[in-house]
């Protein structure tokens, strides 16, 4: 029987961290390091729990809209179920909503709602026209991807879906601490490889400073003979002629 319940117990702890790692695919959790693990559920079940606020804050919002006017309720349920949203208002709301849009108080705002009904409407279709122009390079960069860095499909599949969860939470105006770490780690490796490329290249020129200076330049003492054509002896080159070439 102890037995039986222990690997119930390690059944139901096993389910629970493959739903932690599936909701945090880049985190790492040790699961011999007990803060680690706690910690990961933890910021599960906040997580979670924020979503069913949510989810019961809109159910109380629709329970009160009904219960204001059941009406509302019976037209919603006929829609879900295939009916026509204009024939229900009228067989649902009847003189009410012929009125309303007859009424000449209300025609500037319904001719308000018809023009971001269209605009709406217009912007849905640019978007989409945008994406269809978009998403064949996007395709070709993933598969650029995969050949420089050898990443493999899921991999590959893992770091989209991730990226596709990041810019649906920013919609909403989420932004998880892993998310937001994952960006801080982009932006400080680009930095860092910046500021490595920058001493590279001054590492390279004192180099060649270096170089120079090794070479030997005479002892800057000029010929009793003078030089052919009657010109001057070259003046000897000094640690700035040198840095001024480098």
Request: hydrophobic letters at 35%.
């Amino acid at each position: 029987m102890a037995d039986s319940d222990n690997n119930k117990a390690q059944t139901r702890r096993e389910a629970v961290m493959a739903r932690v790692r599936e909701r945090y695919p880049d985190r790492e959790i040790d699961d011999g390091d007990e803060d680690s693990v706690f910690g990961a559920v933890d910021d599960y079940a906040r997580e979670r729990d924020g979503e069913l606020d949510g989810y019961r804050e809109r159910e109380r919002g629709l329970g009160e809209l009904f219960a204001s006017d059941p009406r509302s309720a019976a037209f919603l349920n006929s829609w879900r179920e295939g009916a026509d949203p204009a024939v229900e208002m009228v067989r649902r709301f009847g003189d009410d909503f012929r009125e309303a849009l007859d009424d000449p108080e209300r025609q500037e705002a319904l001719a308000e709602a018809n023009k971001e009904w269209l605009d709406r409407v217009a912007r849905n279709k640019e978007l989409e026209a945008e994406y269809q122009s978009n998403i064949g390079s996007s395709l070709e960069n993933i598969e650029l991807v995969k050949k420089e860095t050898g990443a493999g499909d899921e991999d590959m599949d893992a770091a989209m879906s991730m990226l596709i969860k990041s810019m649906s939470d920013s919609v909403v105006g989420r932004f998880e601490k892993d998310t937001i770490l994952m960006a801080l780690k982009a932006v400080t490796h680009a930095r860092d490889m910046a500021q490595a490329r920058r001493e590279g290249e001054v590492a390279g020129r004192n180099e060649r400073i270096e170089e120079r200076l090794r070479r030997p330049h005479g002892d800057g003492v000029p010929s009793l003979g003078g030089s052919p054509g009657g010109q001057a002896p070259r003046r000897a080159r000094s640690i700035f002629d040198i840095a001024r070439e480098a």
